[in-house]
Nanobody, 115 residues
Framework: QVQLVESGGGLVQAGESLRLSCAASGIIFSINNMGWYRQAPGKQREWVATITSGGRTNYADFVKGRFSISRDNAKNTVYLQMNSLKPEDTAVYYC?????????WGQGTQVTVSS
């Protein structure tokens, strides 16, 4: 099993920044992709960004140029640096890890951006 714990969410004003962290524990060897998803009230969960074990990154169009995903394999932690936040970025942000064709999810962290 893999346990994921997100942190770093909060309330900020539009234009400000936040950095989310996701720490993995448990059986963490062979974790491949790690990523971030988000779910706004009344909407489906949507993909935000992914980083492979080799460090290759991919982003949803709506965050390109504003968000940056990174990974510290020594600390088993993935980060999401969020800059130039907008009110529409308000959502619960979830961390996801893929290991041996099984997806693991964190409990989520709330990000609220006021206008």
């Amino acid at each position: 099993q893999v346990q994921l714990v997100e942190s770093g969410g909060g309330l900020v004003q539009a234009g400000e920044s936040l950095r989310l962290s996701c720490a993995a524990s448990g059986i963490i060897f062979s974790i491949n992709n790690m990523g971030w998803y988000r779910q706004a009230p009344g909407k489906q969960r949507e993909w935000v960004a992914t980083i492979t074990s080799g460090g290759r990154t991919n982003y949803a169009d709506f965050v390109k140029g504003r968000f940056s995903i990174s990974r510290d394999n020594a600390k088993n932690t993935v980060y999401l640096q969020m800059n130039s936040l907008k009110p529409e970025d308000t959502a619960v942000y979830y961390c996801k890890a893929d290991r041996l064709y099984v997806a693991y999810w964190g409990q989520g962290t709330q990000v609220t951006v006021s206008s």
